[in-house]
């Protein structure tokens, strides 16, 4: 079988696809750059102008990272690489939601229901995509940049989703291509928001946040990054404080690091630096707006890694929402991966307060209320 190991990973450029693969063949002409591999991003070693350039692959979720300009920016997802069909490991329930590139088709698959499905042909930027004509009807693209599966109909790229096709084909109601309203209307993300140049190794951002910006918690001595968008200046980061009533998921040191604590609602109330407080649901709702609305906030202000199922956001103010899951009033986690929590500052009763609330099937953000006695994770605003 020739299925690559581990760190031969597809990684997906944004202006192309580069394989580079671990153990390469002895007659290949030239060798595979050489990276850097971290269990997470907080794991990497500082990116000195001696490591401009350098790539970095995260096991927790195989996405790379490139060292450009002082930092290490976020270049892609990974998906397993593989040559033909037939090398594709059998789809089980372990494997379940993975996906793998075939090579020689060009094409990438996802497992799903103990069946690989075919997703669409490997494309790389919406910028790219041909146009979408009647000779071209049914035919998908898998976007690796957005991390999107689209479909030609009706004269339009639609965005796919594989699991209602999967469930109408399992209900014996195959889907049709050829109905202009089966599909959700896709709205490209531009690319401009990163780009890497074919001629250099550098990461450039245009992110439309105003300042990306560091401060230091005296409480605890904790770095935060932060980033205006419109006139709020938000932390960039779940806040990871600990005191009373504040939780790591699963009661794992690992996951606060990852994720930061998860707060009741009494104890989020006084929980910020000085200088900082707990946003009021109006304060979220301001954020919404700013990011383009309740429909769009949660693609906007997600991570652009590890949500489960394709769920990842596309991060364009730098917010960066991480799937932290929450802590119900009988100590159980739940949901860490697919879901995102945070308290706002407004009561709803004597029981539950308002909070902002991110899925991973879904784009949007909702405010609405929680038990108290939950606890979920904190961003501060700036006072």
């Known amino acids: ?60 979720d195989n996405s790379t990272y490139l060292c450009t300009e002082g930092k290490w920016t976020f270049v892609s997802a990974a998906i397993n690489v593989v040559e033909s069909l037939d090398d594709l490991l059998n789809c089980t329930s372990k494997i379940e939601g993975d996906s793998s590139y075939v090579s020689n088709e060009n094409t990438v698959y996802l497992c799903i229901s103990e069946s690989w499905r075919e997703l669409g042909e490997f494309g790389t930027v919406s910028d790219s995509l041909p146009n979408c004509t009647e000779k071209r009807e049914g035919e998908r693209v898998f976007l690796s940049e957005e991390h999107v599966t689209l479909i030609c109909n009706a004269n339009k790229w639609k965005r796919y989703d594989i ?24 709205e490209p993300v531009s690319s401009s928001s990163v780009k890497v140049s074919s001629s250099s190794t550098k990461v450039s951002s245009s992110s439309e946040s105003d300042e990306k910006e560091t401060f230091t918690d005296s409480r605890d001595g904790q770095t935060y990054k932060y980033v205006k968008i419109g006139d709020q200046v938000w932390m960039a980061e779940n806040l990871n404080y600990e005191t009373a009533n504040s939780y790591c998921y699963n009661d794992s040191t690992a996951n606060c690091k990852k994720y930061g604590r998860l707060y009741t609602w009494e104890t989020a109330l006084n929980v910020c630096p000085s ?7 109006e304060e979220f709702e301001t954020l919404r707006s700013n990011v383009g609305g309740s ?52 009561e709803d009763g004597e029981s539950s307060a308002y909070r902002l609330r991110s899925d991973y099937d879904v784009e949007t953000a909702r405010l609405d209320y929680l038990n108290k006695a939950y606890a979920t994770s904190v961003r501060c605003l700036r006072d």
């Open 1 to 60: 079988m020739k299925l690559k190991t581990k760190l031969g990973i597809l990684l997906i450029s944004i202006s192309s696809v580069m394989l580079y693969v671990g153990c390469s063949s002895s007659d290949s002409s030239t060798s595979a750059p050489e990276d850097l591999v971290a269990n997470t991003l907080a794991d990497l070693p500082n990116c000195t102008e001696k490591r401009e350039g350098k790539t970095a692959v995260l096991l927790e």
């Open 275 to 281: 200088g900082w407080h707990l946003p009021t649901d």
């Open 163 to 186: 699991f209602s096709a999967v469930e109408e084909e399992e209900n014996s109601k195959p889907k049709s291509s050829s109905s202009e309203n089966e599909w959700e209307d896709y």
């Open 295 to 346: 429909d769009v906030a949660g693609k906007m202000l997600k991570s652009t890694t590890g949500w489960y199922d394709y769920g990842n956001g596309v991060d364009k103010y730098g917010f960066n929402v991480l799937p932290a899951g929450f802590r119900d009033f009988n100590g159980i986690f739940y949901l860490a991966g697919k879901s995102a929590d945070f308290w706002s500052a407004t």
